[in-house]
């Protein structure tokens, strides 16, 4: 069994920041690519930001510039960084990746989410 569990949201002025984490954990042998999406109600789920297993990533036109995501291999945890956030940033945000595990079985995996909320 495989756990995502994200952390980091809340409440914040636009123009500040916040930094979201996702932390992997269960039989996992190697984990691919990691992505935060993002939903708010009535609008579809929306890519935020990717990075592969070697570190090359990928943004939304909407935040490049202003977000950044990372990982740490060696903990299996992701990162969003996002800074001069907007309140259309309001959204429930979402942590995936593709895991291998254990037993050598192939699939993706989502965590909970968690709110941020972009408001004065």
């Known amino acids: 069994q495989v756990q995502l569990v994200e952390s980091g949201g809340g409440l914040m002025q636009p123009g500040g920041s916040l930094r979201l984490s996702c932390a992997a954990s269960g039989t996992i042998r190697s984990i691919g690519t990691m992505t935060w999406y993002r939903q708010d109600p009535g609008n579809q789920r929306e890519l935020v930001a990717s990075i592969g297993s070697g570190g090359n990533t990928n943004y939304a036109d909407s935040v490049k510039g202003r977000f950044t995501i990372s990982r740490d291999n060696a903990k299996n945890t992701v990162n969003l960084q996002m800074d001069s956030l907007k309140p259309e940033d309001t959204a429930l945000y979402y942590c995936?990746?593709?895991?291998?595990?254990?037993?050598?079985?192939?699939?993706?995996?989502w965590g909970q989410g968690t709110q941020v909320t972009v408001s004065s």
């Open positions: 995936n990746a593709g895991v291998v595990t254990i037993a050598g079985v192939w699939r993706v995996y």
